[in-house]
């Protein structure tokens, strides 16, 4: 990537939670370094001034925001960095994670934030808020349906922060986020390491329902679940170092993790499935294990934190 590529908050230095005085005192101070007058270099001086006018400007700080903008410049890599080869975009593997002289970790283990955080140098986020396992809750948008919607997605933050999160410690949980694809929004999307879930739930009766990759089927009724393939497609462009895929929870009134039941059909050999569709307790098994046997599970990766927290609605 580019030195041109860096988003705006790596060009003025500030954390994406930079108040308005923080970023003001950031733009002086960057200005004056790279104004031609004072030595600097014209291109540079127009990307301070290009991150000031949009990070200054609420309208179109969020607007930035929410196109999970260019994220970290990599330049080259200290030894003891992870280096990894991006799967394809919108491909099930995983990116391959190389970190020289070490043995590989497990999901269990304490988390590690990449990059480390370094004394003297501004995060793209603080320290504290990497540190949190949740970050958002769901939030009231339009007006039909609301107070019900609210209540499906707390339920499942509940699922996953009371069976997922424990056992996953490097695990982030991010909730309310932008589509970059359209006007929609992503319920919950889960980080870890170089593995991202991002998941959507429904509530339906208790009953046998059939899942055959397009459509989830109840006896001669056809149930449309929340069109999840084309943002994950979309993630999957946007990071293409991160392994995505897309879950839809379908959750009972009952509570009972188990219901509805959910059959899955056989999909056609060479398929690819980018969306799994599953009650609570597939879900709970699923995520855990498609999060922890990724490269690095107890890794922080910092910078796409920092760039879905800067995605929330």
């Keep these: 990537m580019t030195e041109s590529s860096s988003s705006h908050y790596q060009v003025l230095q500030v954390a994406v939670t930079a108040t308005e005085k923080e970023i003001k005192v950031a733009y002086r101070r960057a200005a004056r370094t790279a104004h031609p007058d004072h030595g600097g270099d014209a291109a540079a001086f127009r990307r301070v001034t290009a991150a000031y006018e949009t990070l200054i400007d609420p309208q179109r700080r969020k607007a930035y925001d929410r196109s999970y903008a260019a994220g970290p410049v990599r330049g080259n890599a200290a030894d003891d960095e992870p280096h990894f080869d991006a799967p394809p975009a919108g491909s099930r593997a995983?990116?391959?994670?190389?970190?020289?002289?070490?043995?590989?970790?497990?999901?269990?283990?304490?988390?590690?934030?990449?990059?480390?955080?370094?004394?003297?140098?501004?995060?793209?986020?603080?320290?504290?808020?990497?540190?949190?396992?949740?970050?958002?809750?769901?939030?009231?948008?339009?007006?039909?349906?609301?107070?019900?919607?609210?209540?499906?997605?707390?339920?499942?933050?509940?699922?996953?922060?009371?069976?997922?999160?424990?056992?996953?410690?490097?695990?982030?949980?991010?909730?309310?986020?932008?589509?970059?694809?359209?006007?929609?929004?992503?319920?919950?999307?889960?980080?870890?390491?170089?593995?991202?879930?991002?998941?959507?739930?429904?509530?339906?009766?208790?009953?046998?329902?059939?899942?055959?990759?397009?459509?989830?089927?109840?006896?001669?009724?056809?149930?449309?679940?929340?069109?999840?393939?084309?943002?994950?497609?979309?993630?999957?462009?946007?990071?293409?170092?991160?392994?995505?895929?897309?879950?839809?929870?379908?959750?009972?009134?009952?509570?009972?993790?188990?219901?509805?039941?959910?059959?899955?059909?056989?999909?056609?050999?060479g398929a690819l499935e980018t969306v799994q569709v599953v009650n609570g307790a597939g879900m709970v098994r699923g995520l855990k294990e498609f999060l922890a046997s990724g490269p690095a599970p107890n890794t922080v990766n910092v910078p796409v934190l920092a760039r879905l927290l800067r995605g929330m609605h």
């Excluded at 590690?112 to 320290?127: A, E, S």
């Excluded at 209540?151 to 589509?179: C, D, H, K």
């Excluded at 870890?192 to 429904?202: C, K, Q, T, V």
């Excluded at 509530?203 to 929340?226: F, Q, S, V």
């Design 94 to 269: 995983s990116a391959t994670v190389h970190r020289p002289g070490s043995t590989r970790n497990t999901a269990g283990d304490p988390p590690v934030y990449v990059p480390p955080f370094t004394p003297g140098t501004v995060p793209l986020i603080p320290p504290a808020q990497a540190s949190q396992q949740v970050h958002g809750m769901p939030r009231k948008r339009g007006i039909f349906g609301a107070e019900a919607r609210i209540q499906r997605e707390m339920r499942t933050v509940q699922l996953l922060t009371r069976q997922v999160l424990p056992a996953i410690p490097a695990a982030r949980l991010i909730n309310g986020l932008q589509s970059p694809a359209d006007n929609s929004h992503i319920d919950h999307a889960v980080l870890s390491g170089y593995r991202l879930a991002l998941i959507n739930s429904m509530l339906l009766p208790k009953g046998a329902y059939a899942w055959d990759g397009r459509t989830l089927n109840h006896g001669t009724r056809t149930i449309a679940p929340p069109q999840l393939a084309h943002l994950v497609r979309a993630m999957q462009d946007i990071f293409p170092e991160l392994n995505v895929t897309g879950w839809t929870v379908v959750l009972s009134p009952s509570g009972n993790l188990h219901e509805p039941v959910i059959d899955h059909h056989r999909r056609p050999a």
